[in-house]
């Protein structure tokens, strides 16, 4: 059985991630999308927990795709799968650099580890979650950029994050 890992901080989730997540689902047999904690990102707009809800909710269509989380290192996460290949989406040539020095660290930690790369759908090559958090927080509609499924969590959240710095 063909393994896939898709990992991300999910921050929150995107179509631009659904577009990777979906297309893996069809070349793997299982699909495990890791929400994990990036520690380049010190103050989160969602919990874990909130982002394992928001993820699951949007890939519940797809039967061979499950959610889980981990907070260490993702080369040490992916031992739990034997033979787990990781599938990183790329949106540009920058996403490219920064995601081959993570594979080459991976592999230093796992050497038996595989990083498979997927281009983004010309249509999600400018979204990140970022983008989305700074819409939301500034109440763009987020139609397009973020699984329907999605929305109303996203905008409770930002409206609270207004309150919070006092727009």
Do not use: W
């Given at each position: 059985m063909s393994i896939a890992i898709c990992p991300g901080s999910f921050d929150p989730i995107t179509l631009g991630h659904l577009n990777i997540i979906r297309?893996?689902?069809?070349?793997?047999d299982r699909v495990v999308v890791c929400v994990m904690h990036n520690s380049t990102k010190p103050?989160?707009?969602?919990?874990?927990?909130?982002?394992?809800?928001m993820v699951r909710r949007s890939v519940s269509r797809y039967p061979n795709v499950e959610v889980d989380t981990y907070d260490g290192l993702?080369?040490?996460?992916?031992?739990?799968?034997?033979?787990a290949v990781l599938v990183k989406g790329l949106r540009a040539a920058s996403d490219f650099e920064y995601e081959f020095?993570?594979?080459?660290i991976n592999k230093q930690i796992n050497p038996q580890l595989e990083t498979m790369f997927l281009t983004?759908?010309?249509k999600y090559t400018f979204l990140s979650s970022s983008v989305v958090r700074e819409m939301a927080f500034y109440g763009a509609?987020?139609?397009?950029?973020?699984?329907?499924?999605?929305?109303?969590d996203i905008e409770k959240?930002?409206?609270l994050w207004r309150g919070r710095d006092g727009k």
């Open positions: 297309r893996t689902s069809k070349i793997f103050s989160p707009m969602f919990t874990v927990e909130e982002k394992l809800d993702l080369a040490e996460y992916a031992k739990r799968y034997e033979g020095q993570m594979n080459l983004a759908d010309g509609d987020l139609k397009g950029l973020v699984p329907n499924e999605i929305i109303d959240k930002a409206k």
